[in-house]
T-cell receptor
Framework: KNQVEQSPQSLIILEGKNCTLQ??????????LRWYKQDTGRGPVSLTI?????NTKSNGRYTATLDADTKQSSLHITASQLSDSASYIC???????????FGTGTQLKVEL | GAGVSQTPSNKVTEKGKYVELRCDPI?????LYWYRQSLGQGPEFLIY????????DSGLPNDRFFAVRPEGSVSTLKIQRTERGDSAVYLC???????????FGEGSRLTVL
């Protein structure tokens, strides 16, 4: 069964600090990997999309990495802000691309 | 519209009632997805439309759930004889193509009493 596992489940950090979220997947065949940010009570918003050949992709203070050999991805957040508090969801797309498997997310809280 | 629009944003209904949830995707997006999200969980796939046709409905939990997209734009998710376990946030997303970026709506929160 295709699975996407994320760690940690939740994380609290101080404003200005960096953090790294992890994603391991078993989805096969692999098409692409996406990271989404979901604020409480809102729909997910795309941060990055990476295909098999991409190792790293940045979007402002967010940098995602992908190791397709070990089937691992990470999302690094630099100089965190209070507004970064949200759930970060790793999503892996299989085969032709329309079937997405979602992780359960990492709940990040940034405090003063 | 500028983004994916879902209505109603909140729906409270009684067990056994019929419910319709509407999704208005971004203009021109041919791919449309419905997901269900329970508290503390990631979205769970329900159904995917490419144009007017349901290309993949393997995520619909049972025959009480049905979705249509008659003109290839607006989609309606229909739930018959609602049960308390149907309570969740129903998310709709659209994309320009199947491998493209997904744009999500704000969701419809369904509560079945």
């Amino acid at each position: 069964k295709n699975q996407v596992e994320q760690s940690p489940q939740s994380l609290i950090i101080l404003e200005g600090k960096n953090c790294t979220l992890q994603c391991n997947y078993t989805v096969s065949p692999f098409s692409n990997l996406r990271w989404y940010k979901q604020d409480t009570g809102r729909g997910p918003v795309s941060l990055t999309i990476m295909t098999f050949s991409e190792n790293t992709k940045s979007n402002g203070r967010y940098t995602a990495t992908l190791d397709a050999d070990t089937k691992q991805s990470s999302l690094h957040i630099t100089a965190s802000q209070l507004s970064d508090s949200a759930s970060y969801i790793c999503v892996v797309s299989e085969g032709g691309g329309n079937k997405l498997t979602f992780g359960t997310g990492t709940q990040l809280k940034v405090e003063l | 519209g500028a983004g994916v629009s879902q209505t109603p944003s909140n729906k409270v209904t009684e067990k056994g009632k019929y419910v319709e949830l509407r999704c208005d995707p971004i203009s021109g997006h041919t791919a449309l997805y419905w997901y269900r999200q329970s508290l503390g969980q990631g979205p769970e796939f329900l159904i995917y439309f490419q144009g007017t046709g349901a290309a993949d409905d393997s995520g619909l939990p049972n025959d009480r759930f049905f979705a249509v997209r008659p003109e290839g734009s607006v989609s309606t998710l229909k739930i018959q004889r609602t049960e308390r376990g149907d309570s969740a946030v129903y998310l709709c997303a659209s994309s320009l193509m199947t491998t493209g970026e997904l744009f999500f709506g704000e969701g419809s929160r369904l509560t079945v009493l």
